[in-house]
């Protein structure tokens, strides 16, 4: 640590991203400058009969199907907020193969303010849009 900090949970939390920060250097250094921006592109849409033979009613046939399984996970993500871009890019991409439409997507996002709030809805709206128009970024 080395600025003093009038607030002791700021430098706390200073001092334990940097000690994060030297640890991933000595552990892979090539994992220092990693960033998951872009790492949904990296992950190909799963079909929707391996969609719903792993997320639906496969294991449990009285449970939900694989497209209200994603339409939840959507709208889980979408109240953790700007965190969770790629994961609700793949989420949205998975959606519509397992039979979501968009206006249950939108729906799924829209429901979210509630919880996580306009701001996040605002984002997840615009992520959701990309993937469907296929101009993830």
Known sequence: MSEKSQNPFEALFRQTQEMSQEWVKAMNPALANFTPAGFDKL???VPSEMLEAFLGKQFNPEGLDAKTRLLLTLQ??????AVAEPQIRLTVRHALEAGATKQEIAEAIGMAAMFGGVPAMNKAMELAKEAIDGTEE
């Open 76 to 81: 889980g993500l979408t109240i953790q907020g």
């Open 43 to 45: 992950w190909p849409t």
